[in-house]
Structures are given as structure tokens and as C-alpha cells.
């Protein structure tokens, strides 16, 4: 009964040697470190799929932006001859557009100022990079249409070449600039504008997109 209970205490008492407690803790760091690798694997794999596509989503936002607002265009057939300034228009060249456009969102209560907008897309130098850069500017006091641009901001960066043409319905073709002051176009907007943009991505990797935005009011509108 003595012997038995001797037995039965010596081997409650085996356990780990130091030589296998020393093993299982190098076999845990190795599948450690294991871990961290492939960890750090997926993040830098993470951020090389997310550098190479920021400059792609940044070139498509701003493709689809210029032709939300373009669409928006509009011309009043209202001038008010004592205050000259507060003039609508839609004046677009080759490599820049101006236009007034409803979509103005007047976000404090009170606030003196209308939906109406006036918009400018440009190339210019991106004050961050020294790059040639899309540039869009906006004003919206409606006093000072005939006189400002606004300040502009960059849309998107590292832009080659940006395009602007003009659906002209009674000639049937396209036009290099538009006036809607002149009697050439009726004081009406082209029936659409296509977008034509170059940007560089990576290195000399460039990303070319074209598209056309249908403006929904042509003719000069009534606001008093």
C-alpha cells in the first residue's frame, strides 16, 4: 500500500525537461516569426496593389466628376444691363472650359448665395508636386461670374494633355471651341462635350480615357 502510493506520487511529479521546455520555446518563436513574415508579406503586398491603383481611381474620379458637372450647364437668357457681371456663359477652347452650372450646395442656414456655380477646368502646375496637374476652380457668388475664375484646386495630378470638343447638332461634327456668346452658336451650349484625358500613373506608364457628357439644358433659360 506504501509502495503503491510512492509510485503513484513519482508520477505526479513527471513533467518537461528543461531540454523540451527549451525545444517547444524555440518551435513557438519559429512559428512566430513565421507569422510576422507572412503578415508583413499581405501588408507590403496591400500597399503596392493600393499605390498602383490610387493614381487610376484618382484619373476616373476626375473624369467623372468633369462630366457630372459639365452636364449641368446651363445659359440664362436674362442679362441684367446694369450689372453686367452677373452674366452667364459657357466658353470652352481646347485645353479649357468655363461654364456656369446648377449643383451649388449651399450648406449653412441663411446663407446668401444660390445652386447656381460657375466652373472652370484648366491644366496648370500642381503647387505640390511642380507637375502639370488638371485644375478646377469654382465661384459662387453669382455677382462675380463675369469677373472671376475662383481659385483653383488640383482635380487630378500628373496630367499629360486634357482635351475639350463640341458636338455642334446643326453642323453635324465637332468643334474646337464654343462661345455661347457669340452669334456663331445661337447663345445655345453644344448637345455634348468629349473629354479626352492623358495621365501618367507610374514611371512613364500613362492611362488615356475618353468620354462625352450630354448637357440637358442647350438653350438659354428664363431666371429672373
Given at each position: 500500500m506504501i509502495e503503491q502510493g510512492r509510485q503513484q506520487s513519482k508520477q505526479l511529479l513527471v513533467g518537461f525537461t528543461l531540454i523540451e521546455t527549451l525545444v517547444a520555446v524555440v518551435l513557438l518563436g519559429m512559428l512566430g516569426v513565421m507569422g510576422m513574415t507572412t503578415l508583413q508579406q499581405m501588408i507590403?503586398?496591400?500597399?503596392?496593389?493600393?499605390?498602383?491603383?490610387?493614381?487610376?481611381?484618382?484619373i476616373r474620379q476626375a473624369m467623372q466628376r468633369m462630366t457630372q458637372e459639365i452636364a449641368t450647364a446651363y445659359v440664362s437668357a436674362h442679362r441684367d444691363e446694369e450689372n453686367p457681371v452677373v452674366e452667364t456663359q459657357f466658353k470652352?477652347?481646347?485645353?479649357?472650359?468655363?461654364?456656369?452650372?446648377?449643383?451649388h450646395t449651399v450648406r449653412r442656414q441663411g446663407e446668401k448665395r444660390s445652386d447656381q456655380v460657375?466652373?472652370?477646368y484648366s491644366l496648370g502646375t500642381d503647387p505640390r508636386t511642380g507637375a502639370q496637374a488638371l485644375l478646377r476652380a469654382q465661384v459662387v457668388d453669382a455677382s462675380a461670374f463675369g469677373q472671376e475664375e475662383g481659385k483653383p484646386q488640383v482635380l487630378c495630378r500628373n496630367v499629360e494633355s486634357l482635351a475639350f470638343s463640341y458636338w455642334d447638332d446643326q453642323l453635324r461634327d465637332w468643334q474646337s471651341a464654343w462661345d455661347s456668346q457669340s452669334t456663331l452658336t445661337g447663345?445655345?451650349?453644344p448637345a455634348r462635350v468629349r473629354i479626352e484625358?492623358?495621365?501618367?500613373?507610374?514611371?512613364d506608364t500613362t492611362l488615356k480615357l475618353s468620354t462625352q457628357t450630354?448637357?440637358?439644358l442647350t438653350e438659354p433659360i428664363h431666371i429672373q
Open positions: 507590403s503586398a496591400k500597399e503596392r496593389v493600393t499605390a498602383r491603383s490610387q493614381p487610376h481611381d484618382m470652352g477652347e481646347t485645353d479649357k472650359l468655363s461654364f456656369t452650372a446648377f449643383g460657375k466652373l472652370t447663345n445655345a451650349l484625358m492623358v495621365a501618367r500613373t507610374h514611371g450630354r448637357i440637358r
